[in-house]
Structure formats: structure tokens, C-alpha cells
């Protein structure tokens, strides 16, 4: 089974300081993954992605890791600010296929002013 | 980009009543469609997979007789949510792939619709 379904972690953080968000994925078949951004009342927002020939890919202040040894991942956020407070999900994809993300659990980011 | 657009945005019904939930791609062609259901300080839970002029793909545990996916074009997926019960409230979102989306950047998201039945 998945590790979804669960009361969401909260990680709290100072504006202007790094944040680091890290997600458990469950199946190691798993070759795409990806962060997502929620807003509240909102849908998902895509952050950015990362294959699983790749161990880190960077972006616009933000930097996803994937560990596959230990079936882990993070996204970490630079210079946080306060409109990157949001819930972020991490979602892995299923091997083969279209893509049909499988969300994980979620990490509530809130950055204080 | 891309807009996936959901109507109603919220939506209060009493409980034994129908509730549909309309899907749009309004400015690309969505071969195939998603409906999740998210729960208060939950992730994301795939219903089913929809693909146009097709019957939907259901995940297990989810009432297809419950949840009526309707896929007509490849603009529009519809959800139906019949004879809702108070634990049918939740917050429906839908997604839409373009083309043969093999990419998270491809995929679209609803801004979702709150439901809540009485």
C-alpha cells in the first residue's frame, strides 16, 4: 500500500531560510518523480520533476534529491519566502505508460515573516 | 499555459441527492482525464482514469456505480456523484493530460470543487 492518508506533517521555517521537505516513496519500480504545490483550496501546482537516472536536478530556487537506495526524496526551497507557504506533496509515477502520479504525503511549509 | 477549469468551484447538497462536477481543458485537448479526492489534511486519492468516448478505469475501492465518470469530448469529463451521503464531502479534483503526456509538466490541475453534503 501506499503511505498516503496520513495528518500531515508541518514544517515551520523563518523567511529567508532554507527549507527542506522530505518524502518516503513506496515502490521501487517507480521511475519519475515529481513536487507538487498546494495552495490552500487550490489544486496542485507542478514544481519540478526528476527521473530516476538522475540523483539531483535544480531549479528556480529549488533543488529536488532522489535517493533510491533508500526510496527517499526531498525538495529543498532557497531563500524561503512567505508565498511558499503551501502543503507540497511528492508523487512518483507508475513504471511504464502514461503518467498516472500517485501523490504521497504531504508536508505543510509554513514561513514566518 | 494551460487551464483546466471545475464548476461548480463549491457545491452544498442534501445528503440522497446527485451532484455533478464538471472538468474543462479550455484551451488544449485532454485525451485523458483524472478525478481525485482529497480529504481534509490528506493527500490526494486517485478515483478513476478517464478517457474520452471510453468507459473510465476505476481505482479499487471506488463505487463506479457511486461516481459516475462521463468523458463526451476531449475538452469536458464530468463527475456525478449520486445519492451523496455526508461522507461523500470532500474536496474533487481533476486533472487533464495533453497528448500522450508522459511528463508531470503535461498534466494540468483543477482548482478543485468543495463539496458538502448535508
Known amino acids: 500500500g501506499e503511505s498516503v492518508g496520513l495528518h500531515l506533517p508541518t514544517l515551520s521555517v523563518q523567511e529567508g531560510d532554507n527549507s527542506i521537505i522530505n518524502c518516503a516513496y513506496s515502490?521501487?519500480?517507480?521511475?519519475?518523480f515529481i513536487w507538487y504545490k498546494q495552495e490552500s483550496g487550490k489544486g496542485p501546482q507542478f514544481i519540478i520533476d526528476?527521473?530516476?537516472?538522475?540523483d539531483k536536478r535544480q531549479g528556480q530556487r529549488v533543488t529536488v534529491l532522489l535517493n533510491k537506495t533508500v526510496k527517499h526524496l526531498s525538495l529543498q526551497i532557497a531563500a524561503t519566502q512567505p508565498g511558499d507557504s503551501a502543503v507540497y506533496f511528492c508523487a512518483e509515477n507508475r513504471a511504464g505508460g502514461s503518467y498516472i502520479p500517485t501523490f504521497g504525503r504531504g508536508t505543510s511549509l509554513i514561513v514566518h515573516p | 499555459g494551460a487551464v483546466v477549469s471545475q464548476h461548480p468551484s463549491w457545491v452544498i447538497c442534501k445528503s440522497g441527492t446527485s451532484v455533478k462536477i464538471e472538468c474543462r481543458s479550455l484551451d488544449f485537448q485532454a485525451t485523458t482525464m483524472f478525478w481525485y479526492r482529497q480529504f481534509p489534511k490528506q493527500s490526494l486519492m486517485l478515483m478513476a482514469t478517464?478517457?474520452?468516448?471510453?468507459?473510465?478505469?476505476?481505482e479499487q475501492g471506488v463505487e463506479k456505480d457511486k461516481f459516475l465518470i462521463n468523458h463526451a469530448s476531449l475538452t469536458l469529463s464530468t463527475l456525478t456523484v449520486t445519492s451523496a451521503h455526508p461522507e461523500d464531502s470532500s474536496f474533487y479534483i481533476c486533472?487533464?493530460?495533453?497528448?500522450?503526456?508522459?511528463?508531470?509538466?503535461?498534466?494540468?490541475f483543477g482548482p478543485g470543487t468543495r463539496l458538502t453534503v448535508l
Open positions: 478517464s478517457n474520452e468516448g471510453s468507459k473510465a478505469t476505476y
Open positions: 486533472s487533464a493530460n495533453w497528448g500522450r503526456a508522459r511528463d508531470a509538466d503535461t498534466q494540468y
Open positions: 515502490n521501487s519500480a517507480s521511475d519519475y
Open positions: 526528476i527521473r530516476s537516472n538522475m
